[in-house]
């Protein structure tokens, strides 16, 4: 019987046929429409009754509701995949500006519809939410009702909505469209080839520090050239958010990033507090590794360097044969699942020219399947990537049956689930590890993660806070983006760097994202909250699959804080549970500087 081949290119066409020129996706984009006005204008002739008689409407309208988000999930899913598959699809990017604009239409209606919901009386508000079909959606219209008190009117709401489409959303678009001719330039065997930036990062992880040194400087040319043009884009989209904030009477830019993922801000100071005590153990880890590649300290350059050798690299088909066959360590469900999502072509992970930077998961409801994008090399790392984003997958998968307004989990928790996995294959390859010399690769590939997530992230948090108060006073230039980059990896990485990556701010993608604000702590928040997760996991052997399922189907039902309440028995307001999962990271740092004291 011959081994079962994956294809490392993903099949799109089970939802429309032909791409961007699909004309079934055309008609899905007119019936979206349709769909969208119809809410709209249920939502515009209603007046609230103030009674139980209203509970009628509120059942028969959210079904509209939801019927055109699965429409627009499509859309929007289908119009990403279609743009990081090849940047320069031009039909794609026409797509996603009308997905943009429906999707602005849509949020006018659902303002309008929350602001309605403020209209009812406290007691009979809570008589509505006490019986079918409405108490099982408690939390979420109940969630959508407090934030609708704290904005603008109706009106002033649908105006910014509209404005957003030329405006703010446009901003993040034309991010994307400058990315997508940036080239970086690289010598190969002597022939001068153009990458683009999502081959030119996977340089980043090679072995040879002269090849990294050179893509750095080629970089920082290529980003440095276009640091005008990104650096007003990234002041409109701020100006334009901070203008909203302003009209609302936001002071804190991190209310809505911190509502969006129903967290409170006390966790939040909470856990970068632990983080920071805690920082010299990952300050010995930089510089052991800066000793063991024989230079003072480590650059930028140096963060993903891999220290000492595997085996061999891991082809497309023996990475998703080690992540089956780990997950079924952990959880049959979860092994199904990743070998479903590898025979059915879930995942596009061929490196090619012309593919955009990064990987993500995406989810097509109206199918009830994900896509997975990457590229995949073969390293240490494109298999945890993989893992991480099929762990995004099985969490969207685990919420199957659950109302599609309960499925709206945030950014932090998302993150819990891809973690989870993500620790499961790396702890796997460093204890299947053939000799000290692989091992050391597998463990130092995972304290680069540890180093990314608390280091990296805790760079991007305190650039982004600094950078949206400099902002409220003006525009901010080039060289003081540059400076505030700068000052903000000294203090992440405790000045523990020979050279940074001041135009770190042009090449994150994340800072330019306009569907989440603060694209950063939630990766943070969720590494550790994983940890505590991935701990209680060990101690309890297969049959916690169960449990870790319960919990993230709770994920979008509930505040985090009442979420580790209920699952895992722990204050996330407390520094106990934070100290307990950093220590989980140190302990990998512990290992590592055990096996490499006499080298």
Known sequence: MTATTYSDIWNLEVFFNGGSDSTEFADHLERTGQLIELFATKVDNWTPLNSLEDRQFLKEVLEDLENAVVKLIQAGAFVGCLLAQNTEDKKAYTHDAKVTSLSAAFQTALGSFDNLLTTIDDEVWQELLANEPLVELSFVLTESRERAKEK???????????????????????????????????????????????????????????????????????????????????????????????????????????????????????????????????????????????????????????FGTTASKLSYQEGAKFIEQNFAAFGERMATFARDAFEDQWIEGEDRPGKAPGGFCTFFPESEQSRIFMTYSGTPSNVSTLAHELGHGFHTFAMRGVPLLNRNYAMNVAETASTFAEMIVADAAVKNAKDTEEKLALLDDKVQRTVALLMNIHARYLFETRFYEERKQGPVSVERLNDLMLTAQKDAYCDALEEYHPLFWASKLHFFITDVPFYNFPYTFGYLFSLGIYAEALEEGKGYEDKYISLLRDTASMPVEELAQKHLQVDLTQKDFWEKAVHICIDDIDEFLELTKDI
Do not use: C
Request: proline letters at 2%.
């Open 152 to 306: 603008l009117s109706k009106e002033e709401e649908a105006l910014i909505s509209a404005l957003e489409v030329d405006g703010y959303h446009s901003w993040g678009q034309l991010y994307d469209l400058i990315v997508s001719k940036i080239k970086i330039s690289i010598n190969e065997n002597g022939e001068e080839k153009q990458l683009s930036v999502g081959q030119a990062s996977n340089k980043f992880s090679s072995p040879d520090r002269d090849e990294r040194a050179v893509i750095f400087q080629n970089w920082e040319k290529a980003w440095g050239a276009q640091a005008d043009f990104l650096a007003k884009t990234l002041n409109h989209l701020s100006g334009f958010r901070l203008s909203v904030y302003e009209k609302r009477g936001w002071d804190d830019v991190l209310k809505e990033p911190l509502n969006i993922n129903r967290m409170e801000k006390e966790t939040l100071e909470t856990m970068w507090a632990v983080i920071s005590e805690n920082k010299l153990k990952l300050v010995a880890y930089l510089e052991r590794k800066a000793k063991l590649l024989g230079v003072e300290k480590l650059s930028w350059y140096d963060l993903e360097a891999p």
